[in-house]
Nanobody
Framework: QVQLVETGGGLVQAGGSLKLSCAASGRTFNNAAMGWFRQTPGKEREFVAATTWNGGNSFNGYLADSVKGRFTISRDNAKNTMYLQMNSLKPEDTAVYYC???????????????WGQGTQVTVSS
């Protein structure tokens, strides 16, 4: 059974940092695109970041405009884990953050084959 498990969420003051992890089990995603999305009540799931395999030995990273310069996406295939380093957090970053693997369409659309259960990030002002 394939599982994606997010950890690292929590409560932080504005300007602070958090690092989210997404650990995959049940299969490897070495050459697969993986992404981070976030969602607040009443809103659609929003793209945050993604990594896509570049056909060689590394991955391309993509970030939503709203988080560029503050968030960094990375992955460690040896650990089957993806990360999201979030710095200079703002109250508007408050959301449930989800990791996902194997996009069914464009990497920035919330249509992936596998999803984690989500982890809450709350940024206080």
């Amino acid at each position: 059974q394939v599982q994606l498990v997010e950890t690292g969420g929590g409560l932080v003051q504005a300007g602070g940092s958090l690092k989210l992890s997404c650990a995959a089990s049940g299969r490897t995603f070495n050459n697969a695109a993986m992404g981070w999305f976030r969602q607040t009540p009443g809103k659609e799931r929003e793209f945050v970041a993604a990594t896509t395999w570049n056909g060689g030995n590394s991955f391309n990273g993509y970030l939503a405009d709203s988080v560029k310069g503050r968030f960094t996406i990375s992955r460690d295939n040896a650990k089957n884990t993806m990360y999201l380093q979030m710095n200079s957090l703002k109250p508007e970053d408050t959301a449930v953050y989800y990791c996902a693997a194997l996009p069914l369409s464009d990497y920035d659309r919330p249509s992936y084959h596998y999803w984690g259960q989500g982890t809450q990030v709350t940024v206080s002002s």
